[in-house]
């Protein structure tokens, strides 16, 4: 089954975000910052066992949108959601393929939106 990357500064909304995904059956990696991200996908093997990624937006140092635009540059095609409590961040990311969600998002939402990615990529 294809790996979803978690992304958030927030150990607490990472930590629950993973068990959610985790209860559903989806095998989970998580980074604190998108600079870690950034790093295990220099991995070419679990890049490629990568089925979607789940970003925060503000983050320290490097946001979401600046995370998806390295990693568009990359020229990865991988799906990313991007969670957010900001609702006017999503022109942020115009052009990058993502599926944006504001929070709160509700774990059956989240659980759906990352199932539908996956189903996209096969």
Do not use: W
């Not at 991200?37 to 991995?43: F, K, T």
């Not at 990693?71 to 999503?90: D, Y």
């Amino acid at each position: 089954m294809p790996q979803v990357l978690l992304i958030d500064d927030s150990p607490m909304q990472l930590h629950v975000r993973e068990a959610v995904l985790r209860e559903a059956g989806f095998s989970v990696l998580t980074a604190s910052t998108a600079d870690e991200a950034l790093q295990l996908l220099q991995d070419q093997k679990l890049a490629a066992s990568l089925g979607v990624i789940v970003t925060d937006h503000m983050m320290p140092r490097v946001s979401g949108d600046a995370f998806v635009r390295e990693l568009r540059r990359a020229g990865a095609v991988v799906p990313v959601i991007v969670v957010s409590g900001l609702a006017e961040a999503e022109e942020e990311y115009e052009n990058l393929n993502v599926r944006f969600l504001n929070k709160p998002c509700p774990p059956e939402d989240l659980i759906a939106h990352v199932e539908t990615a996956l189903k996209n990529q096969a």
